[in-house]
């Protein structure tokens, strides 16, 4: 059973993005799945764990919103007009879009899991988690913090080569 | 001791060079394994290759060096041998199967790291070309911090046009800063690609915020060179075959020795400026 009044109660599917390899279009598949979900009249919510290069933001033209502090954690950054589409990155928490997250592994995993419990996304139909490349901290920490929700599955991103 | 054993090791190698870019699949692992055949090409310098992606080493199988694997000796690890004077280490050698995946939080990942460098026996070494995963993690502190900013000629920094790409590579830059790594200088990959059979040129990844060129001087940073895109690249990557010998008239490869010369001429003017000092 999920923890009293977890943020995540309200979401009826989690779509992970991964690919072993960077550069293939995670980002750009996340974001367009979301808006083609948004698009079919779903209520949907990007989740942006890639701390290093975070891309979510820039896609959505959303690279200068800032993120809020609510009773039940960090309020999502809400887009368009209808607010169906709910964006979570590191990307806003940077004081300067330049600056590097310089992070090892276990500050990086602390945030990861504040990510995933701490955002009041409210109801969703679906959840999109991007992922940086690799299979490393940023992924252990993720399916670990999600494996009591509704873990729809994985996505793989790949190109031809 | 092991600090001894590290520094020992370190003092064979005259020049270092990092493959870095807060990007990932912008072209690092190509252009180490260019650059390291590149400079392997003058019999007379011995060339080592270290690939410290520890989740995706591409290293290997670029080299045409699947399936190998490393031996120990008294001395230490035995780096795979490409050419006589062009050795690699990848911890794709390391995995029984080239599917496994190394799921491996950074402490653990630091430590091969530390290991790699402390254990690989490459001998005398000219240059050390180090290739490095995307970002700004566990892998890239501890290759600072074990090899010493000091004693690294300087890094290489990939990327291509897109501003996608730029803004990573932007954090990557101010962390070089940040750490003290001098910047020799900015790739710009996959910049346009010319129809071999229309000769019209395309910018598949369009600068639409003026590309590396822009980037570069905001940022006071050399830009080495701009390498268009050729299908070839990514096949003789996949087939393990140097690009630079597979298609030697490739505006690409006439981009990629460029480039190359410049680092070389950045390294040995580094070191002259050293033995000046002393």
């Known amino acids: 059973t999920l923890p009293e009044g977890s943020n995540l109660a309200g979401v009826q599917h989690i779509v992970l993005v991964l690919s072993g390899k960077g550069g293939v279009g995670k980002s750009t598949i996340s974001t367009e799945l979301a808006l083609a979900l948004r698009s079919a009249g779903k209520r949907v919510g990007i989740l942006d764990v890639d701390l290093c290069g ?13 993120v809020h502090q609510c009773a039940s954690g960090w309020v999502p950054v809400l887009l368009g007009q209808d607010t169906a589409l709910a964006l979570m990155s590191i990307g806003f928490l940077l004081e300067r879009p330049d600056d590097a997250v310089v992070w090892r592994g276990p500050k990086k995993n602390a945030l990861i899991k504040q990510f995933v419990t701490d955002v009041a996304w409210g109801d969703l139909d679906f959840l999109i988690v991007d992922t940086p490349p690799g299979t490393s901290d940023e992924h252990i920490s993720t399916v670990e913090a999600l494996r009591p929700y509704q873990l729809l599955g994985a996505i793989l991103v790949t190109t031809p080569q | 001791a092991e600090a001894a054993e590290l520094r020992a090791r370190l003092r064979a190698v005259r020049h270092t060079v990092l493959v870095l870019s807060g990007k990932g699949g912008v072209g690092k692992s190509t252009f180490s394994a260019l650059l390291a055949h590149g400079l392997a090409a003058d019999e007379t310098k011995q060339v080592a290759l270290l690939d410290i992606d520890i989740c995706g080493p591409s290293i290997p199988k670029m080299m045409g060096l699947e399936g190998e694997q490393v031996h120990q000796s008294g001395s230490g690890w035995s780096p795979v041998y490409v050419e006589e004077n062009l050795g690699v280490m990848s911890v794709g050698f390391l995995l029984s199967s080239p599917d496994d995946a190394v799921i491996w939080r950074g402490p653990k990942k630091n430590g091969l790291i530390k290991q790699f460098l402390r254990d690989v026996d490459w001998g005398e070494v000219d240059y050390l070309v180090v290739d490095t995963p995307p970002g700004t993690s566990d892998e890239h502190l501890a ?4 090899l010493g900013a000091a004693r690294i000629d300087g890094a290489v920094i990939l990327t291509t046009p897109q501003e996608v790409s730029l803004q990573d590579v932007r954090k990557e830059i101010n962390f070089c800063r940040k750490v003290k790594l001098p910047i020799i200088g900015v790739v710009e990959n996959m910049s346009g690609f ?3 059979k229309c000769k019209n040129e395309s910018q598949i990844f369009p600068p639409t915020t003026g590309g ?3 980037m570069c001087q905001n940022l006071n940073v050399s830009l080495l060179g701009k390498v ?6 990514g096949k003789s990557c996949d087939r393990g075959q140097s690009f630079l010998a597979e298609a030697p008239e490739s505006p690409a490869t006439l981009s990629y020795r460029n480039i190359i010369q410049r680092i070389q001429e950045y390294c040995e003017q580094h070191h002259f400026q050293e033995e000046k000092i002393m």
Do not use: T
Not at chain 1, 54 to 66: C, T
Not at chain 2, 143 to 146: A, E, H, K, P, R
Not at chain 2, 228 to 233: A, K, N, R, T
């Open chain 2, 212 to 214: 590396a060129e822009m």
């Open chain 2, 143 to 146: 290759l600072v911090q074990l």
């Open chain 1, 54 to 66: 975070p891309s979510i933001p820039r896609m959505l033209r959303a690279q200068d919103s800032a």
């Open chain 2, 228 to 233: 268009p895109l050729d299908p070839q690249i």
């Open chain 2, 194 to 196: 010319v129809c071999p």
